[in-house]
């Protein structure tokens, strides 16, 4: 029988975030933000890069954008402004294999070819570093068979320009060297000073001419040049602002990755940054303006979520049961990789704790950690507000199977689909307000302090910005991209908590995709002149 002093609603209530402290939310994160670019040393990671693109950069790049679930590996073909190209946006599973060589315009000026995905197998996550990079190679090469099958030896290029993006966070002094930082995602590696170094290592045995003589290759595959390596939060950020054109009105702000993991880049002015953090060979007047890695979910972001109180009993039982606890406790409650099991873990303890039901009748995925996944849930839940329908669903589901001790009662059904309404929404409030309060901090906004009463005053019309300006935030990742009505809700978000923290009516904050914006963003750095 349900709990009789409360409510289910009550019982859930701490995963609802009210305006008014998504209002100090966003205040508080800014303020954080602000002092991690000054004082942190693995958060507001300052780049080399001074500049986006400007839209006319050409050339073709190969590109690899290593995350945290896939390995993705294709020929990027900057077509640079003079492109008269239809614009075609590719849909599709973002998971999914891809071993089509068709080309692809991914935009107006950029095309994709010979682009191939690889699914990260766990063993080669926790084993040793060269080991991944050997299969990193692998792909690698025979990405570069495949675009040169049909080039004899003599037009074969000497050497290849390579574009990377890692999801990971670096270290970096130039655009072509990156140290690699402590990650969460499941990877074992740590810290390297050679990082391109260990991706050519990985391809170096495909260089070697062949006894062969028969093969496509028999003297071996052309040498790789490291030309740019980058985070993939960057590399979203230069994605989309070398597709579209900033004006007066409009500019690409931010780079927002939400998929497996969670980041945001966004350009801050040298003097947001602490001293240690820009090496004295980069010049004032050259860097007066710097791309900057957030690693915005890291542990630095805690005392904010616990002044407001937003962590959870369920989120500190997810942070026990993690790989790091601590590590980044923002990430644990927004991203692709926690969300199902915040939603098992919420489950778990309903049932049990509100509804009373003996943990042993339970179906087995409630009770092993990480069963209940987010691909699951989008697939499964979040395509229903149907109890009876839910209920078919998860009755022909392995784990979830119906039995003598279980049946997924309407009550039981509208009870999960509840929680993983509550729990998607709260992730993606969360996030909107972690977007406006990098906004804030990088002067993009600008809000109106509090009075002593805690109201914001009030503005005559004649004081308002006559310029309409959207500040565009480019995202990429399978959780904004795939699941189900997930990005409606940030969207949703960012203008409700916009207008209560501005005055401002013609202010927007817009979520603009960036396709495939980890390969095409490594193209465009290869192609930048800093």
Not at 12 to 29: D, E, H, K, N, W
Not at 335 to 359: P, Q
Not at 391 to 413: D, H, K, M, N, V
Not at 430 to 455: F, K
Request: proline share 6%; aromatic share 6%.
């Amino acid at each position: 029988m349900p709990n009789q002093t409360s409510t289910i609603d009550d019982w859930l209530a701490p995963l609802q975030i009210s305006p008014t402290r998504l209002c100090s939310f966003v205040r508080q994160l800014s303020a954080i933000y602000s002092d991690l670019a000054l004082h942190s040393t693995d958060q507001f990671l300052a780049t080399p890069i001074t500049r986006l693109p400007n839209g006319h950069e050409t050339g073709e790049y190969l590109t690899i954008d290593l995350g945290g679930t896939n390995l993705r590996i294709a020929f990027v073909t900057l077509l640079g402004s003079s492109a008269n190209t239809q614009i075609r946006h590719p849909r599709g599973p973002i998971d999914e294999l891809a071993h089509d060589h068709k080309d692809q315009l991914l935009a107006e000026n950029v095309r994709k070819t010979h682009g191939k995905s690889w699914p990260i197998e766990e063993h080669l996550k926790v084993e040793k570093s060269e080991d991944l990079f050997a299969w990193v190679g692998d792909c690698l090469a025979e990405v570069v068979e495949a675009r040169f099958f049909h080039e004899t030896p003599e037009r074969l290029p000497s050497e290849i320009p390579l574009g990377i993006t890692f999801s990971f966070p670096m270290l970096q002094s130039t655009i072509t060297e990156a140290t690699l930082m402590p990650m969460g995602k499941g990877f074992a590696i740590t810290s390297n000073p050679d990082l391109g170094g260990m991706v050519l290592r990985g391809y170096e045995r495909y260089r070697k001419p062949s006894l062969d003589n028969g093969k496509p290759f028999p003297k071996g595959l052309p040498k790789l040049r490291i030309a740019a390596i980058s985070n993939d939060a960057v590399a979203t950020l230069l994605s989309l602002s070398y597709s579209t054109r900033p004006t007066l009105q409009s500019k690409t702000a931010i780079g927002l990755i939400l998929g497996t993991g969670c980041n945001a880049a966004v350009c801050l002015k040298r003097e947001s940054l602490g001293s240690s953090k820009v090496p004295s060979h980069w010049s004032d007047s050259d860097h007066a303006t710097l791309v900057v890695n957030t690693e915005w979910t890291l542990q630095g972001t805690t005392p904010a979520l616990l002044e407001l109180d937003l962590i959870t009993q369920w989120d500190k039982a997810l942070d026990q049961e993690s790989r790091n606890p601590g590590f980044q406790p923002f990430e644990y409650m927004t991203a692709g990789s926690y969300l199902g099991e915040v939603v098992r873990l919420v489950l778990l303890d309903t049932y049990t704790n509100f509804l009373h039901i003996e943990r042993t009748r339970l179906p087995s995925a409630l009770l092993q950690q990480e069963t209940v996944t987010t691909p699951f849930l989008a697939q499964a839940v979040a395509t229903t507000s149907d109890p009876i329908t839910l209920a078919e669903r998860l009755g022909t589901t392995q784990g979830f199977e119906e039995s003598g001790l279980w049946t997924w009662t309407l009550e039981i059904c509208a009870v999960f689909l509840r929680i993983e309404s509550l729990v998607l929404r709260r992730s993606a409030a969360m996030i909107a307000a972690a977007i406006l309060a990098l906004l804030l901090t990088s002067g993009d906004i600008v809000v109106e302090d509090y009075d002593e009463r805690g109201n914001t005053p009030t503005r005559s019309s004649s004081d308002l910005p006559e310029v309409v300006e959207e500040l565009v935030v480019a995202y990429c990742g399978g959780l904004i991209c795939l699941y189900p009505g997930y990005k409606e809700q940030i969207q949703e978000f960012l203008h409700t908590i916009l207008r209560d923290l501005t005055q401002s009516p013609k202010l927007r904050v817009v979520l603009r995709e960036a396709s495939e914006g980890g390969l095409i963003g490594a193209g465009v750095l290869s192609a930048l002149e800093l």
